[in-house]
Every structure is written in structure tokens, then in C-alpha cells.
């Protein structure tokens, strides 16, 4: 599977869990979806918070699990 498979989605942070999981409210369908940070936001230290709008980046095959890919403007 290639980075062009990944379904991308518009959301906000619900809540912080431990070891860098998020829960994140999906614009679409108001799904719950459980992501972490991708390497090159961790590698940058950008910080997320509970009520930031990200980007996350979802498996077609699993969209309860994704990646955080950026961090939009609040």
C-alpha cells in the first residue's frame, strides 16, 4: 500500500490519550477515529492539543485507525 491509498480527512482532537494516541471527530459521518502522530510531525515536534483541527490519514481497509499528517490553523 502507497501514501496515494490513504483516504484523507478533516477533523478535531477529542481527547489526549497515553503513548501519543489521539481521538479525533471526523467531519465526515462524525466518526471517532484513534490516530498518532506521523514520523515527520514527531520529528518536528509540533504539539497537538484536545479542539486543534488536523488532517488525519485513513487505511480504506481499517477507518477506525489513522495517522495525523498536519496541523491546521486555529
Do not use: C, F, N
Request: glycine share 14%; no cysteine; proline share 3%.
Amino acid at each position: 500500500m502507497s501514501k496515494g491509498d490513504l483516504l484523507e480527512m478533516e477533523g478535531v482532537i477529542q481527547d489526549a490519550l497515553g503513548g501519543g494516541q489521539y481521538t479525533i471527530r471526523v467531519d465526515q459521518g462524525g466518526a471517532m477515529v484513534r490516530a498518532q502522530l506521523s514520523g515527520r510531525m514527531r520529528r518536528h515536534h509540533i504539539r497537538v492539543l484536545p479542539g486543534d483541527k488536523v488532517r488525519v490519514a485513513v487505511s480504506p481497509y481499517d477507518l477506525s485507525h489513522g495517522l495525523i499528517v498536519y496541523r491546521g490553523r486555529s
